[in-house]
């Protein structure tokens, strides 16, 4: 297999798997703690984003329309996430149901903490 | 002979292959997110303006429906870059992908459009939907779609091409998966 310029020996013959690992970089099913942050740090930014609506534009937003935002919104960013990391690590040994499984709780608990008490 | 999809040449490893589309198709699930939460922002926008008929360019309802004009570019930016990195997905002559450079061909017709547009409502002020400078929004905006969607199609293809994508483990979908990568799936001669 031809590959490009730096890899493999030189005309000499194929690839070996160590050229390959390096043209691969960092595998995708490796990415999952950084797929994790991604995800809270987009419900945190949500959070900031519906919580200046109803705290500094309360004629614009009544806190329950910022909440209702707010819930849809956890939910469009909780099904990304999970596609995310089931999709980088099928086909591999990587199981992350776990971390996916806390993090989607936490978002949930979080999110009905919100809901309930901040901003009314 | 019938011609079936283009059986691309493995140019790369097919596990880099792999890898590389799979980055791409990270991209493709947060601009599909950010997509759906615009969406959201449309019945939130509609809401805010049963109250306020006329308001500013800058309410929170705005500012959510604008964060999709920086995180799409960024996002389809991203694309353009990477996917130098999988041969499959160039275009002619190894220039970009032939549905990337639909979208931007769309999107460049409604920049222009927008100085049209001007231009109209310089003499006519009245925002009427169905005047000849909206049409031409929206057939630019319907041309970047088109593109946009062959991209991403193409990307999936190649995942089930390469056989990343797992078949259904029903196996009358896995038998379907086969037919469909033989080109057999919608043939007529299967009764």
């Known amino acids: 297999m031809t590959l490009p310029k730096g890899f493999g020996s030189g005309g000499a013959g194929g690839s070996s798997s160590a050229d390959v690992e390096r043209m691969i970089g960092r595998r995708v099913e490796n990415m999952t703690g950084m797929i994790t942050v991604s995800f809270w740090a987009a419900i945190l930014a949500t959070f900031a984003g519906t919580a200046a609506g109803y705290f500094y534009y309360p004629w614009a937003y009544p806190t329950a329309s910022g909440h209702f935002a707010f819930i849809v919104l956890t939910i469009i960013i909780t099904i990304g996430y999970i596609f995310c990391v089931k999709v980088m690590e099928e086909g591999s040994n990587k199981n992350s149901n776990g971390i996916v499984l806390a993090s989607v709780i936490g978002a949930t608990v979080f999110c009905l903490f919100v809901s309930l008490y901040v901003g009314w | ?191």
């Open chain 2, 1 to 191: 002979m019938m011609l079936y999809m283009a059986q691309m040449p493995a140019l790369i490893p097919k596990e880099v292959e792999i890898q590389r589309l799979k980055k791409v198709w990270l991209i493709v699930i947060a601009m599909g997110s950010t997509a759906a939460s615009v969406e959201v922002d449309n019945f939130v926008d509609g809401s805010l303006h049963q109250t306020s008929i006329r308001d500013s360019a800058f309410t929170p309802a705005h500012w959510w429906l604008y964060s999709h004009f920086i995180t799409l570019p960024l996002g389809w930016g991203a694309a353009a870059i990477y996917d130098r990195k999988i041969p499959v997905l160039r275009g002619p002559n190894n220039s970009m992908n032939t549905g990337l450079k639909m979208t931007i061909l769309g999107y460049l017709a409604t920049m222009f459009t927008i100085g049209v547009n001007e231009m109209w409502h310089f003499w006519f002020v009245e925002e009427i939907f169905a005047v000849p400078n909206h049409w031409m929004f929206n057939m630019g905006v319907v041309v970047a779609f088109m593109g946009a969607l062959a991209y991403v199609v193409r990307v999936y293809a190649r995942l089930v091409e390469l056989g990343a994508e797992t078949p259904g483990e029903n196996p009358y979908v896995a038998e379907m998966y086969k037919m469909a990568l033989e080109g057999k799936l919608y043939s007529r001669a299967i009764p």
